[in-house]
T-cell receptor, first 112, second 116 residues
Framework: SQTIHQWPATLVQPVGSPLSLECTVE??????LYWYRQAAGRGLQLLFY??????ISSEVPQNLSASRPQDRQFILSSKKLLLSDSGFYLC???????????FGQGTRLTVV | AQSVAQPEDQVNVAEGNPLTVKCTYS??????LFWYVQYPNRGLQFLLK??????LVKGSYGFEAEFNKSQTSFHLKKPSALVSDSALYFC??????????????FGAGTRLFVKA
């Protein structure tokens, strides 16, 4: 069966430090992968999506970047974190037929 | 672009009573609609979806949703609420992207409180 792993679960980073969040998918190939951010326990904002290796689309201009070095790996990064980058980050995989999404457990990032 | 709206920030219901969480959509073409639930500090879990067929869709944990084309709505329902249903609920729609794939767009979420 397909599973999605996301780590770390929590992260506290100082302003100006770099960031790397990793997401991997098992049990499928060529998944469509997504990074969402959830602020204050409410709505999800789509940050990036990827339909294949090296293919990244950005939804909103921001301090973050994403990369897909392997088919089942999706990384969210920042060179210098801002306070406003704090939030709950969710990686998701949507099935080939583009129906339901499967989410990782999320990473709670606090920038101090 | 496709979108969904959840007009209620919060819904309060007593345990054992029926619950409804509202969602309206705006799409071009045939909608692919979804409901997800999120418990504290967790990722979202899929509840149910509407693609085609019967307007009443049954999903996990006794939830169901009714697709209403004339009202452009996809309300989530449950005949008898449980305290354990208390969570954050998201309506979502599939939105095509220019590379030929799709992305999922979520509503703002509705927090459901079920009181014992």
């Amino acid at each position: 069966s397909q599973t999605i792993h996301q780590w770390p679960a929590t992260l506290v980073q100082p302003v100006g430090s770099p960031l790397s969040l990793e997401c991997t998918v098992e049990g499928t190939s060529n998944p469509n992968l997504y990074w969402y951010r959830q602020a204050a326990g409410r709505g999800l904002q789509l940050l990036f999506y990827s339909v294949g290796i090296g293919q990244i689309s950005s939804e909103v201009p921001q301090n973050l970047s994403a990369s897909r070095p392997q088919d089942r790996q999706f990384i969210l990064s920042s060179k210098k974190l801002l306070l406003s980058d704090s939030g709950f980050y969710l990686c998701a995989w949507i099935t080939v037929l583009n129906t339901e999404a499967f989410f990782g457990q999320g990473t709670r990032l606090t920038v101090v | 672009a496709q979108s969904v709206a959840q007009p209620e920030d919060q819904v309060n219901v007593a345990e054992g009573n029926p619950l409804t969480v509202k969602c309206t959509y705006s799409v071009s073409g045939n909608p692919y609609l979804f409901w997800y639930v999120q418990y504290p500090n967790r990722g979202l879990q899929f509840l149910l979806k509407y693609i085609t067929g019967d307007n009443l869709v049954k999903g996990s944990y006794g939830f169901e949703a009714e697709f209403n084309k004339s009202q452009t709505s996809f309300h989530l329902k449950k005949p008898s609420a449980l305290v354990s249903d208390s969570a954050l609920y998201f309506c979502a729609v599939r939105d095509p992207i220019n590379t030929g794939g799709f992305k999922t767009i979520f509503g703002a979420g509705t927090r459901l409180f079920v009181k014992a």
